[in-house]
């Protein structure tokens, strides 16, 4: 190389991208059935006194989905910030 710092973007195109709003109430229950395409959805409690924003998609081959969730959250990829959210999380 030159000496130059070159960054590279990769766009990736969310395949059948969907959103939509969940409410519940119990906050150790599943709001996403991991097998959605085959099974019915979980359904939302329109009295909830949680609620989480559910996202499903399909993202082409090679491509990530925790890098992809990380990209929408704005979270950080570095490894001292997944150390912290993993310390976090142990003390639950």
């Known amino acids: 190389m030159n000496g130059k710092n070159i960054q590279i973007f990769y766009i990736l195109f969310l ?3 969907d959103r939509d709003l969940v409410k519940y109430n119990d ?3 599943d709001i ?3 097998y959605y395409f085959t099974e019915k959805e979980i359904e939302s409690d329109p009295n909830g006194q ?3 924003i ?6 082409p081959k090679s491509a ?3 890098m ?4 929408l959250t704005k979270n950080s990829t570095s ?8 310390t976090m999380t142990a003390k639950k």
Do not use: D, G, P, V
């Open 32 to 34: 996403q059935n991991a």
């Open 27 to 29: 906050s150790e229950q």
């Open 79 to 86: 490894f001292s910030f997944q150390m912290k959210l993993n």
């Open 54 to 59: 559910r996202i499903k998609f399909n993202l």
């Open 68 to 71: 992809c969730l990380r990209e």
């Open 15 to 17: 395949i059948n991208f």
């Open 50 to 52: 949680f609620q989480a």
């Open 64 to 66: 990530y989905a925790t």
